[in-house]
């Protein structure tokens, strides 16, 4: 059963990758662009003398230089796969022969994709996350009153916080970030729970990394740069969240797609061989040129429609390009690839939509059977993008770090799954009313004034529990949280 599972998770990964690897020829083919192509010697004196260069390579072979006809058309090249392909991959996995043998008869009403992996329950969910529960004081919650309590709370936070920092001790940290962490900290405790073992100074450590991608960036341009910075483009000109963080968003993901370190450690990155793709082209990157790529794209991953969502997370976090990329790079590699990756990976993709919908059917079964029934419509589609892009775009920023925070303290993104589910109850009044996708779909629309803690105290630890059942300390907070919780309504 479990093989039969990995077989179809192998197949729908090969399947995609073949998409996109034919989806890169036709680009190429349809623009007249070169999967490679060199600078010219200006350009490349431009951007390595430019301490703002990524703001300046656009989506063109040069620097600055094309007419506008042309850049209008090149804008047109997208993500090599979107979400929308993401998601047809996944309903294509049917079970079949021993492994539909050995699993119970489900009617596709209540679930909309099945594997043989065994979700979290609510019981183990609150066992395993128990620092989240009312028990616990939280940042981005419990420092947000003006009583005295608070104010004793924020300074004591404060200062195991800095102590944490000044002793570089990973594993309290990680015990520290399951709590939160204060905003101006938040760049130190990160790089502590990801680079712990690095004993030189971060700047200087992340200047070195990418010293070498910046130089092979200002000798030749990608195709696939092109798709990146028009992902970028698209994401962050309608949000203006983003859009001052647009040039840092562009030298991340530049360095990202050059970097051979991604092609070493990201799991499944294999890319495909430049001869394989244009001999004459890598016959003249080797002798003429001497240009050292191997496999393109030379991460050995394909962009997607949406890639900028996971760097913008890291954009609010360092205010400098090199060391926001070495910090981006190490998450996408525990976290981000997990998230647009179809694998057997515990924490992969389809792992996490199977447990969204388990704690939802767990938490409330009758919202689910109506969604189902009565709307047309399976609630794995909407928290699908949520999960997907780690909920940028959907909270508020500082709730989306506040929720990052808390993945990176238990080293798990099951709380993606948990926070998506957690939404649908947070609607369940509207969501009883509808009767289509198109109602659910405007209920779920705007979820900015949501706090990530309120929610998920109260629909995992509160919720459906008496007063009297609950823990004794517990209690207090049950009437805190409801109010939290329901004043974005």
Request: glycine share 4%.
């Amino acid at each position: 059963m479990q093989r039969d599972y990995e077989v179809q998770c192998e197949t729908a990964r090969l399947d995609l990758d073949l998409i996109s690897k034919k989806r890169l020829e036709r680009v190429s083919k349809e623009f007249k662009i070169a999967f490679v192509r060199r600078r010219s010697r200006e350009d490349i004196d431009a951007f390595l003398n430019d301490e703002n260069a990524f703001s300046k390579v656009n989506i063109h072979s040069g620097i600055e230089r094309i007419q506008i006809s042309a850049r209008r058309e090149e804008e047109k090249i997208q993500g090599l796969y979107s979400e929308l392909d993401l998601l047809d991959a996944l309903e294509r996995m049917q079970p079949s022969g021993i492994y539909s043998a050995q699993v119970p008869f489900v009617p596709s009403f209540w679930s909309a994709f099945q594997t043989p992996l065994q979700p979290t329950s609510i019981e183990e969910f609150r066992i395993k996350f128990k620092e989240l529960s009312p028990a616990f004081a939280q940042f981005g919650m419990d420092e947000l009153s003006d009583s005295e309590q608070c104010a004793e709370f924020t300074t004591s936070f404060l200062g195991i916080a800095s102590g944490i920092c000044a002793t570089r001790d990973a594993a309290q940290a990680r015990n520290f970030s399951k709590r939160g962490i204060p905003s101006h900290l938040r760049a130190s405790m990160w790089d502590l729970m990801i680079q712990s073992d690095m004993f030189i100074d971060y700047s200087t450590y992340a200047q070195d990394e990418c010293r070498s991608i910046r130089a092979q960036i200002a000798k030749y341009s990608l195709l696939t740069d092109r798709i990146i910075l028009n992902d970028v483009n698209d994401w962050c000109k309608n949000d203006d969240t983003f859009f001052v963080f647009e040039d840092m968003i562009k030298g991340i993901l530049l360095l990202w797609g050059r970097d051979g370190w991604i092609l070493k450690n990201a799991p499944n990155a294999s890319g495909v061989s430049i001869t394989d793709m244009d001999s004459k082209l890598a016959g003249t990157m080797k002798g003429k040129w001497g240009l050292p790529i191997q496999k393109y794209p030379p991460n050995g991953l394909y962009p997607f429609r949406g890639l900028s969502n996971y760097a913008m997370i890291v954009s609010f976090i360092q205010p400098e390009i090199e060391p926001a990329y070495i910090t981006f790079r190490q998450l996408y590699v525990r976290y981000f690839h997990n998230l647009h990756t179809i694998s057997c990976h515990p924490h992969s993709l389809p792992n996490l939509l199977v447990t969204f919908e388990s704690l939802l059917k767990s938490l409330d079964p009758l919202l689910f059977l109506h969604l189902t029934q009565n709307a047309g419509t399976a609630p794995i589609k909407f928290a699908f993008r949520w999960i997907l892009y780690g909920f940028v775009g959907v909270l508020d920023v500082e709730q989306v770090l506040l929720l990052w925070d808390r993945i990176l303290g238990f080293e798990t993104t099951e709380l993606l799954s948990a926070v998506a589910a957690a939404l649908f109850l947070f609607r369940r009044e509207r969501l009883m009313h509808v009767r289509g996708e198109k109602d659910v779909e405007a209920v779920l629309s705007d979820f900015s004034m949501v706090k990530v803690m309120p929610l998920l105290q109260h629909y995992y630890f509160v919720h459906g529990r008496s007063l009297d059942k609950l823990p004794k300390e517990w209690r207090s907070f049950t009437s805190v949280a409801s109010e939290e919780v329901d004043s974005e309504s």
